[in-house]
Nanobody, 125 residues
Framework: QVQLVESGGGSVQAGGSLRLSCAAS????????MGWFRQAPGKEREAVAI????????YYADSVKGRFTISQDNTKNTVYLQMNSLKPEDTAMYYC??????????????????WGQGTQVTVSS
């Protein structure tokens, strides 16, 4: 089992920055991939950024490339999402997720076993 706790959400004006954190506890062998999804009202949950926890390989949605950066601190079992140049369309509930799968389709929510409760990000224009 893996427990995920997010923090760092909030409200910011367009062009601003936020950093989300996701602290993981439990079985580290169940966390081959970790990352962030988001879901806006009336929309499907979409992948934002994913990292392979051992190899450090990262994946990003096209909509956030160049603006968001995912990173990890394995000594703290924590994954971060640095979000810069935020836009109103980035407004959503952001969820941390972890996958125990060895091979995944990184953008598929169904490939992730564990989820946090979510943290709200609101970007005003």
């Amino acid at each position: 089992q893996v427990q995920l706790v997010e923090s760092g959400g909030g409200s910011v004006q367009a062009g601003g920055s936020l950093r989300l954190s996701c602290a993981a506890s439990g079985n580290t062998n169940s966390r081959n991939y970790m990352g962030w999804f988001r879901q806006a009202p009336g929309k499907e949950r979409e992948a934002v950024a994913i990292i392979h926890t051992r190899a450090g390989v990262t994946y990003y949605a096209d909509s956030v490339k160049g603006r968001f950066t995912i990173s990890q601190d394995n000594t703290k079992n924590t994954v971060y999402l640095q979000m810069n140049s935020l836009k109103p369309e980035d407004t959503a509930m952001y969820y941390c997720a972890a996958s125990s799968w060895r091979v995944i389709r990184w953008s598929e929510p169904s490939n992730f076993d564990y989820w946090g409760q979510g943290t709200q990000v609101t970007v005003s224009s």
